[in-house]
């Protein structure tokens, strides 16, 4: 199946600092969506970007189908944004498969 | 609207039990899944369903089943529960956009340990 690799598994920031999370997936794609998982465990879904860029407010997100990687950019990030970062992906290039495969997360500590 | 809700939150049970996660969704989606999640492994799914009465299987259904009599409810049925079905569990509902998953949403999981 469609391998989701995302980088850096870890990473702490000064609060004000700016910080880009990677996922590089393995195959062709219909669909790219970037999760937030906050400290209590809720999952928010921040992005469906399967190509192309979007911004919201201070996160912004740019998916480069053609070389299969996405990037999800946090600017002057907040104690608020700690928690993990997925990306998920659907596979394949006709008919949708239905299936997200998640990467293993980005977890971001943010202190203040 | 409640978005998607799910109980319990918590739930202990002894290997071999049985019980029913329940799930359930208020956006008039057609797609609806779920997804367990265990420590440095990210979210597997288990099973999904693309409207009422079709399921299918996930990357990870054994030891589970589903069945989606509305388009509302989708619960998760654990057969004989073991201790490797101990972990996090979420129910997603799902807008389709031209036939695609489009924005996922999902509840606020369910935490279950078999001993």
């Known amino acids: 199946g469609i391998q989701v690799e995302q980088s850096p598994p870890d990473l702490i920031l000064q609060e004000g600092a700016n910080s880009t999370l990677r996922c590089n997936f393995s195959d062709s794609v219909n669909n790219l969506q970037w999760f937030h998982q906050n400290p209590w465990g809720q999952l928010i879904n921040l992005f469906y970007i399967p190509s192309g860029t979007k911004q919201n407010g201070r996160l912004s997100a740019t998916t480069v189908a053609t070389e299969r990687y996405s990037l999800l950019y946090i600017s002057s990030s907040q104690t608020t944004d700690s928690g993990v970062y997925f990306c998920?992906?659907?596979?394949?290039?006709?008919?949708?498969?239905?299936?997200?495969?998640f990467g293993k997360g980005t977890k971001l500590s943010v202190i203040p | 609207n409640a978005g998607v809700t799910q109980t319990p939150k918590f739930q202990v049970l002894k290997t071999g039990q049985s019980m029913t996660l329940q799930c359930a969704q208020d956006m008039n989606h057609e797609y609806m899944s779920w997804y367990r999640q265990d420590p440095g492994m990210g979210l597997r799914l288990i099973h999904y369903?693309?409207?009422?009465?079709?399921?299918d299987q996930g990357e990870v259904p054994n030891g589970y089943n589903v069945s989606r009599s509305t388009t509302e409810d989708f619960p998760l049925r654990l057969l004989s529960a073991a201790p490797s079905q101990t972990s996090v569990y979420f129910c997603a509902s799902t807008r389709l956009l031209g036939g695609f998953p489009y924005e996922q949403y999902f509840g606020p999981g369910t935490r279950l340990t078999v001993t």
């Open positions: 998920a992906v659907e596979p394949g290039s006709g008919a949708g498969s239905y299936q997200l495969t």
């Open positions: 369903s693309v409207g009422a009465g079709i399921t």
